[in-house]
């Protein structure tokens, strides 16, 4: 399946698991974005490349209009079409609301609000020249239902909400689903700072009695991508183990 599959922040976490799934289910032309962490980067291309994968790995900053510019055209340039675009590429900090400045509030939002739009708009346009796309964006249990101490976070998480819903009903026509992953909470970097009695409490708290893995992420983002998804569009999927429901 000669598919382009793009996915933003993919370097660690996340993403990088998502990008070693889609090589897993036979997806060729891969690319990986990464802001900081070019290392971590490489070692995920190698992996694809095992795989058989086309991959690429190139270094955008989301937020940065004309470096996403540059993922975009340089995609383009090698694959000629995207097929699957996964907004996942985000930040997170834990702070007091009134310890919130307004340079956090506005990286919060430059990052995960607009590096999608910034993807989306651009990679949109071959979608919709082509009447065929999948566009996933992950959004996070929190910008549902609103976590103390994280009310940027959350604010830009639940603005993916509603992005993804108002994009899939204008795109909808034009042969386009767009959804929205919601994670609870997930093994990866992000999530460094809990305690391990923190993570035990979190395990006890969650029907499934565990947190999850960026696997668990992965196979929902992958089976969104899939045709098997085509009737799938403007929902918000939660990947979180039960624990809000
Ligand atoms: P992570 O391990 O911290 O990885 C974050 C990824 O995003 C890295 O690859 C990082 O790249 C990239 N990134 C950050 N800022 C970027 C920027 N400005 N431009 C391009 N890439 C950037 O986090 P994760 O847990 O995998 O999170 C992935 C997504 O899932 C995020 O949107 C997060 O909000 C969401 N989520 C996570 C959880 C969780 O519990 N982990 C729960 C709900 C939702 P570099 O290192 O190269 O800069």
């Given at each position: 399946?000669?598919?382009?599959?793009?996915?933003?922040?993919?370097?660690?976490?996340?993403?990088?698991?998502?990008?070693?799934?889609?090589?897993?289910?036979?997806?060729e032309n891969i690319v990986i974005n990464?802001?900081?962490?070019?290392?971590?980067?490489?070692?995920?291309?190698?992996?694809?490349?095992?795989?058989?994968?086309?991959?690429?790995?190139?270094?955008?900053?989301?937020?940065?209009?004309?470096?996403?510019?540059?993922?975009?055209?340089?995609?383009?340039?090698?694959?000629?079409?995207?097929?699957?675009?996964v907004n996942n590429a985000g930040i997170?900090?834990?702070?007091l609301f009134t310890d919130i400045t307004?340079?956090?509030?506005?990286?919060?939002?430059?990052?995960?609000?607009?590096?999608?739009?910034?993807?989306?708009?651009?990679?949109?346009?071959?979608?919709?020249?082509?009447?065929?796309?999948?566009?996933?964006?992950?959004?996070?249990?929190?910008?549902?239902?609103?976590?103390?101490?994280?009310?940027?976070?959350?604010?830009?998480?639940?603005?993916?909400?509603?992005?993804?819903?108002?994009?899939?009903?204008?795109?909808?026509?034009?042969?386009?689903?767009?959804?929205?992953?919601?994670?609870?909470?997930?093994?990866?970097?992000?999530?460094?700072?809990?305690?391990?009695?923190?993570?035990?409490?979190?395990?006890?708290?969650?029907?499934?009695?565990?947190?999850?893995?960026?696997?668990?992420?992965?196979?929902?983002?992958?089976?969104?991508?899939?045709?098997?998804?085509?009737?799938?569009?403007?929902?918000?999927?939660?990947?979180?183990?039960?624990?809000?429901?």
């Open positions: 399946m000669k598919k382009t599959v793009v996915i933003t922040g993919s370097s660690r976490g996340i993403g990088a698991e998502t990008a070693i799934e889609f090589a897993r289910n036979g997806y990464y802001n900081n962490s070019k290392n971590e980067a490489l070692k995920v291309l190698e992996k694809l490349r095992n795989f058989g994968c086309s991959a690429i790995a190139l270094k955008a900053d989301v937020s940065n209009k004309e470096e996403v510019e540059y993922l975009i055209n340089e995609t383009l340039n090698q694959f000629t079409k995207i097929d699957v675009l997170a900090q834990q702070k307004h340079k956090d509030w506005k990286r919060m939002f430059d990052v995960n609000v607009g590096g999608m739009f910034n993807c989306t708009s651009l990679a949109v346009k071959n979608m919709i020249k082509n009447h065929s796309g999948k566009i996933i964006n992950i959004s996070s249990m929190w910008g549902i239902t609103g976590a103390s101490c994280e009310v940027h976070y959350s604010a830009s998480k639940a603005a993916i909400i509603g992005f993804t819903k108002a994009l899939a009903k204008e795109l909808g026509p034009s042969g386009i689903n767009v959804n929205c992953v919601a994670p609870g909470i997930i093994e990866t970097d992000m999530n460094k700072n809990l305690s391990l009695e923190d993570v035990e409490n979190l395990k006890y708290e969650t029907p499934c009695q565990n947190i999850g893995t960026p696997l668990d992420v992965a196979k929902t983002i992958v089976f969104l991508a899939s045709e098997n998804a085509s009737f799938i569009t403007g929902q918000v999927i939660g990947v979180n183990g039960g624990f809000l429901i």
